[in-house]
């Protein structure tokens, strides 16, 4: 039996931006742990995450500059999901998608010869670094190895983003009424939720949670494989995964999980359930010809199929989670 929604939450309000209740929701959550009886999520026999990726304000709020289309609807699903499952749902854990002005992948770290910043979604290739269409403003030999490291993996293209994230902003919380539900589990479950950050490296991408899209420039370690996060989502029994962006950062995380559980033991895999119906693509560039790296709703679309090939489960928020 799925339970009730609480009293403060307005479906209407989601994709809005405040100032989280958290006295309103503490109180509200300890009368319902009293009156249901709920238990400590210490004591759950399946232990179930909802692991949330990037579902931030800047991605998920509409006037945010790097709102992706869909995200009110994927949220609002699945902060219901949330309620409705909160006895079944063992932790939280969320990434946090953290940037500052001057990083590889913003406007402001390049220039072309009249000395103007890219526009957000254009694309910078190696070729372009090398004949000068674009000059980084600081490393430029690592600037051109990255560009190059980037198309020798068949990752992304590089891609200059709008401003977002940005540590300290708005942009850079937990979209609002994700962050009260938040709250009232953790109240409700006794169980702090847990947040991880990624993406402070200046000089490199950091679409999955669990890796850079490039470790190593000029002899130089600039990230590696979050092992220690990895461990903590496979002590679960069962990880739902929703968030933003289907063809980026929730697609990259999902790569990552999928490699290491193929080195560890690909029966793993099983413990991966991906919530479908919360989670959307960036919308393809205006560009003609299209690139097909750069059509991303169709590059989800692939990833998702390889997923479920691979043993994850592609479910619904409206499908039953099972103890």
Not at 283 to 293: D, K
Request: charged share 20%.
């Amino acid at each position: 039996m799925q339970l009730p929604l609480p009293s403060f939450y307005e479906p209407s309000q989601v994709g809005q931006v405040w100032t989280e209740r958290a006295g309103l929701i503490a109180e509200e959550a300890s009368r319902f742990r009293h009156a249901t009886q709920l238990a400590p999520s210490a004591r759950d026999q399946l232990r179930v995450a909802a692991f949330g990726i990037d579902a931030q304000v800047g991605f998920c709020c509409p006037g945010s500059s790097l709102f992706v289309p869909g995200a009110v609807e994927d949220t609002r699903r699945a902060v219901e999901w949330i309620y409705r499952n909160l006895d079944r749902i063992t932790g939280l854990h969320f990434s946090m998608d953290t940037h500052r002005v001057f990083q590889v992948f913003h406007p402001a770290w390049w220039i072309d010869a009249q000395g103007q910043h890219p526009a957000p979604l254009t694309p910078i290739t190696a070729e372009d670094v090398r004949r000068g269409r674009w000059i980084p403003i600081a490393h430029p030999r690592a600037c051109l190895e990255y560009c190059e490291k980037l198309e020798q993996t068949g990752r992304y293209t590089l891609t200059i983003w709008p401003y977002h994230t940005l540590l300290g902003g708005v942009s850079h919380a937990l979209e609002p009424s994700l962050m009260e539900a938040a709250i009232f589990h953790s109240v409700a479950r006794q169980r702090q939720t847990s947040f991880e950050t990624k993406g402070t490296h200046a000089m490199t991408e950091n679409y999955s949670v669990l890796s850079p899209e490039v470790t190593e420039l000029g002899g130089q370690v600039v990230g590696g494989f979050n092992t220690a996060f990895f461990d903590l989502l496979m002590q679960y029994d069962r990880i739902y995964v929703f968030g933003q962006a289907k063809s980026h950062c929730v697609l990259s995380t999902l790569k990552d999980i999928q490699r290491h559980i193929a080195q560890q033991d690909p029966s793993l895999a099983e413990k991966v359930w991906i919530l479908e119906d919360a989670t959307s693509p960036v919308p393809a560039p205006p560009l003609n010809p299209l690139p097909p790296e750069l059509d991303f709703p169709a590059v989800a679309e692939a990833a998702f199929r390889d997923f479920q090939a691979a043993g994850m489960k592609l479910v619904k928020t409206t499908d039953p989670v099972i103890t």
